[in-house]
């Protein structure tokens, strides 16, 4: 099999557009429920990949395709909704920080299950890689696990002095009675920066 030179720029967009997806599917999934926010994603790349298919006249093509050609495209799509179904979920309950690169994980397993099943060669690099990923994504799961109490910043200007409000969710015990309770900080911006 052969390869073209810039398949690397493709990749790069790839992960431009996966970090967009993070952050603009963290916002969208705010206010609603994440199956009918997967659901309105995937309308929207419906659209998107029908019009270039129709735009570049590639209709034709259709009829040409193998069952097994179809087959596996199809249990390709059931594992990206069932993924996206999991990935928007997890993404409601976690900051996306933490949810995109464990996400990512999958490119460990992708790096294994092209191995086992491709035939695709495992090069010391590609295994420190992969290595270093899995870590990295223990690392953030491990913090998700054991997260400190969040702690929610705002703050709005008046003048030269600038009000403060951190909201601290620290959940009651009987060793720690404490009840979660805003904390209001005024201070003066000019002194400060001084």
Same mark, same amino acid.
């Given at each position: 099999?052969?390869?073209? #030179?810039?398949?690397?720029?493709?990749? $790069?967009?790839?992960?431009?557009?996966?970090?967009?997806?993070?952050?603009?599917?963290?916002?969208?999934?705010?206010?609603?429920?994440?199956?009918?926010?997967?659901?309105?994603?995937?309308?929207?790349?419906?659209?998107?990949?029908?019009?270039?298919?129709?735009?570049?006249?590639?209709?034709?093509?259709?009829?040409?395709?193998?069952?097994?050609?179809?087959?596996?495209?199809?249990? %390709?799509?059931?594992?990206?909704?069932?993924?996206?179904?999991?990935?928007? #979920?997890?993404?409601?309950?976690?900051?996306?920080?933490?949810?995109?690169?464990?996400? #990512?994980?999958? $490119?460990?397993?992708?790096?294994?299950?092209?191995?086992?099943? $491709?035939?695709?060669?495992?090069?010391?690099?590609?295994?420190?890689?992969?290595?270093?990923?899995?870590?990295?994504?223990?690392?953030?799961?491990?913090?998700?696990?054991?997260?400190?109490?969040?702690?929610?910043?705002?703050? %709005?200007?008046?003048?030269?002095?600038?009000?403060?409000?951190?909201?601290?969710?620290?959940?009651?015990?009987?060793?720690?009675?404490?009840?979660?309770?805003?904390?209001?900080?005024?201070?003066?911006?000019?002194?400060? $920066?001084?």
């Amino acid at each position: 099999m052969t390869y073209e #030179k810039t398949w690397w720029i493709f990749a $790069l967009l790839s992960a431009f557009f996966a970090a967009l997806t993070a952050i603009f599917a963290k916002i969208g999934v705010e206010q609603i429920n994440s199956n009918l926010a997967t659901a309105i994603r995937t309308v929207v790349i419906l659209a998107i990949a029908w019009g270039i298919v129709w735009a570049n006249g590639q209709f034709q093509a259709l009829s040409s395709i193998s069952s097994k050609t179809l087959l596996f495209l199809v249990l %390709s799509g059931v594992a990206t909704g069932l993924s996206w179904l999991c990935y928007f #979920k997890a993404l409601q309950m976690a900051p996306a920080s933490w949810v995109a690169p464990v996400d #990512k994980l999958g $490119l460990a397993l992708v790096l294994f299950l092209s191995f086992l099943f $491709l035939g695709e060669a495992l090069t010391l690099r590609t295994i420190l890689g992969t290595v270093l990923m899995v870590l990295g994504a223990i690392v953030l799961i491990y913090q998700g696990i054991v997260e400190p109490p969040s702690v929610a910043v705002e703050s %709005s200007a008046v003048g030269t002095e600038t009000t403060i409000e951190a909201e601290v969710a620290i959940e009651p015990t009987e060793t720690n009675p404490v009840l979660a309770s805003p904390i209001t900080m005024t201070t003066d911006v000019a002194t400060d $920066l001084k």
